[in-house]
């Protein structure tokens, strides 16, 4: 492999790190702040391609699309949470598990109801749909630049709100001591709803962002849910910021693996996270 | 009082044979002369709707020869597999033991047919099977009772190898997901490839259904073949087909593979699939009178376009058909009936087929063009293609 496809590589490891991270972050904080396992997580990935689709294709705008997906899926998971996550924050994991995997069925019945079972593309915005030439016969398509951009600010915002914001500390209190945080007077319930929210929201902005190379087709949501469970496990359950590191180290190690051990490359993920398990069995950041 | 004494003495006859345990399947299916046939079909999840059009497939065909077989009455079991590997056997054993069919038809789901072959073996009930292509059932694990009206993984992709080496393409990039119908697809390239003096240069491959194909283009163009072939199918096809047209590839490198990369997903993959070479044992574009016939008919009955599905499903039905008139509805007399299903021609949409000796068709395989949004038939790869049955002990 010569310099210049090493660079290549690298790009695109960062690239599908960051996508994974915004799957990942919504989970890993459903999971840190409420201890709510949630396994219809990578149906809301799936839910926000299949909004994306059906409203671009309405609209005839991807961006009005997304905007109005983002609100609608911020919606959904107040609604969701407020009908049922809500009743289940105390309740054993094991009901959780049940709960939520009963869900995955129905979201995806509800998706064969509505947009039946067929594979769909969303078409790139004409601004975006440009490639830039990297070698001599590969380049590089701008919107998968975008969607690394948009993960960034994400990323970025995710963190200014968490750590410097006043809702950021409520949502800290809440997670650290929930009845402390009552006793001096936040409202943790609002809290949860808002957190649940922003977690549907994640997911559901990721599906929308990754329509356009992903296409939209049934079950999308289980393939990403198995990889994001793996970041946020060996992240560490409920970090942010290990969910992004080991976003990244998935991205790296996959894309390598593809490459160099093709023959390997289903395993070497799950042999990374065996091995985190082993030095650090509470993940890379357990807070 | 005649007909309740008559049911009376049925009953007792019936009581009696059922303590005698052996003889009640027999019994039972004398008293209905009528045919009983299961369909095992994916009815839920993504393979739904290929299991919609191959049911519609198979009844549209025995409707049109008179809605019998061999002058006996249907009656007509569904059971959903829901392309469900881990309940194959239970599905398949529900159909046959519960509802006693005599003909089993499904299904598309490789590792289901498995389960369905291994209850079809153990209780030799006619199996025929609409789609899943896994090799083994027609070739080490092939029997007297298990007939195909689809094709092996092997057989589109046995019919590429000699179109490329045709277009000057020497040197090729083989890529799929690394599961059985990826490799069973790769044995017939390679055998064909190389056969007609082509080097692979180098066979990617990812984990099943992993659908992340940015470092495997990446290293495609850095490895500068003169084409790539491929097996995908589904929504992974449409998103490989995208991506590989994203990453510049598209007119640097021509892409080709088995037909089923570009079955279903030229809508969602739009201008990125134009051009794309493919073989397959059937086009939708087709043009011959029989299968502007065929497509005018199912989309009359049923409110929608066939598919490839739909034509497997309706030669399924030609065959069960044909192959119950030739002994005159006579299906508890084996040796004849596997010999009649086994010398059938079937005039298909897809054109005239026979069976092998191992009981898969043996067709002609077209090489297909992507051309504004359609597979547009551009000539015939291989004459007759007979899978190799490697392994079957039929004779």
């Known amino acids: 492999m010569d310099f210049a496809n090493l660079l290549i590589q690298l790009l695109n490891s960062v690239q599908y790190g960051l996508l994974l991270f915004m799957l990942a972050a919504g989970l890993t904080l459903i999971f840190g702040i409420m201890g709510v396992v949630n396994l219809a997580h990578g149906s809301f990935y799936m839910l926000g391609a299949y909004v994306a689709w059906s409203l671009a294709a309405r609209t005839g705008s991807l961006a009005l699309a997304i905007v109005l997906g983002t609100l609608l899926s911020v919606a959904f998971g107040l609604l969701l949470e407020r009908i049922l996550f809500r009743h289940f924050y105390h309740r054993d994991h094991l009901d959780q598990v049940l709960l939520t995997f009963g869900l995955i069925y129905i979201f995806e019945e509800l998706r064969s109801i509505l947009w039946g079972d067929d594979v769909h593309g969303v078409t790139i915005p004409d601004v975006l749909s440009a490639s830039v030439p990297l070698t001599e016969n590969l380049s590089y398509p701008v919107y998968r630049l975008f969607m690394s951009g948009v993960c960034i600010a994400l990323a970025l915002g995710l963190y200014f709100m968490i750590s410097k914001t006043r809702l950021g500390m409520k949502i800290r209190a809440g997670a650290f001591n929930r009845d402390m945080a009552e006793s001096l007077g936040i409202n943790i319930k609002l809290i949860h709803a808002v957190v649940f929210a922003l977690g549907v929201g994640l997911a559901a902005v990721a599906g929308m962002i990754a329509a356009p190379v992903a296409s939209v087709y049934p079950n999308m949501g289980s393939q990403v849910l198995i990889m994001c469970f793996v970041v946020v496990v060996i992240g560490g359950i409920g970090s942010v910021r290990g969910a992004l590191i080991s976003a990244l180290l998935v991205g790296l190690v996959d894309t390598f693996g593809k490459v160099l051990l093709p023959s390997m490359a289903g395993m070497l993920v799950y042999m990374l996270m065996a091995a985190v398990l082993l030095w650090k069995p509470e993940g890379l950041f357990k807070q | ?395």
């Open chain 2, 1 to 395: 009082m005649t007909t309740r004494r008559l049911v009376l003495s049925r009953g007792a006859a019936l009581v009696g044979a059922a303590s005698t345990g052996l003889l009640l399947p027999e019994i039972v299916r004398a008293q209905s002369n009528k045919i009983r046939v299961g369909f095992m079909l994916p009815y839920t999840g993504t393979f739904a709707q290929l299991g919609v059009a191959i049911e519609n497939g198979v009844r549209m065909a025995i409707n049109e020869k008179g809605g019998k077989l061999g002058g006996r009455e249907i009656e007509w079991f569904k059971v959903d597999d829901e392309s469900e590997p881990s309940k194959g056997v239970e599905n398949a054993t529900r159909l046959v033991q519960r509802d006693k069919v005599d003909v089993l038809i499904g299904t598309v789901h490789s590792g289901v047919q498995m389960g369905i072959q291994r209850v079809a073996r153990e209780s030799g009930v006619l199996s025929l099977i609409p789609n899943a292509g896994v090799h083994a059932a027609t070739r080490a694990l092939c029997a007297p009772n298990v007939f195909r009206t689809s094709f092996t993984n092997s057989q589109p992709t046995l019919a590429l190898g000699k179109p490329m080496m045709d277009k000057g393409l020497k040197k090729t990039v083989w890529i799929t997901w690394k599961y059985a119908a990826g490799d069973e697809a790769f044995e017939g390239f390679r055998d064909s490839y190389t056969k007609a003096g082509g080097t692979i240069v180098k066979e990617l491959g990812l984990p099943f259904p992993n659908v992340e194909f940015q470092a495997l283009l990446t290293e495609i163009a850095s490895l500068k073949p003169d084409a790539v072939a491929c097996f995908f199918a589904g929504g992974g096809a449409a998103k490989f087909i995208k991506d590989y047209a994203a990453a510049g590839l598209k007119d640097k490198i021509p892409l080709w593979g088995s037909g089923f990369l570009t079955e279903g997903v030229l809508d969602a993959a739009g201008p990125a699939a134009e051009g794309i070479m493919t073989t397959m044992h059937y086009a939708d574009s087709l043009d011959t009178p029989r299968n502007h016939q065929f497509r005018l008919d199912y989309a009359k009955t049923f409110k929608m376009q066939p598919d490839v599905y739909g034509v497997q499903g309706y030669d399924t039905g030609l065959l069960l058909a044909q192959g119950v008139a030739a002994v005159k509805g006579d299906i508890g007399n084996k040796p004849d009936l596997y010999k009649a299903l086994e010398t059938q021609t079937i005039d298909s949409p897809r054109g005239k087929w026979t069976m092998s000796k191992a009981h898969n068709p043996i067709q002609d395989i077209y090489l297909r063009r992507v051309e504004k949004g359609d597979n547009k038939v551009i000539g015939i790869a291989a004459k007759a293609l007979a899978d190799s049955g490697a392994g079957c002990k039929l004779a």
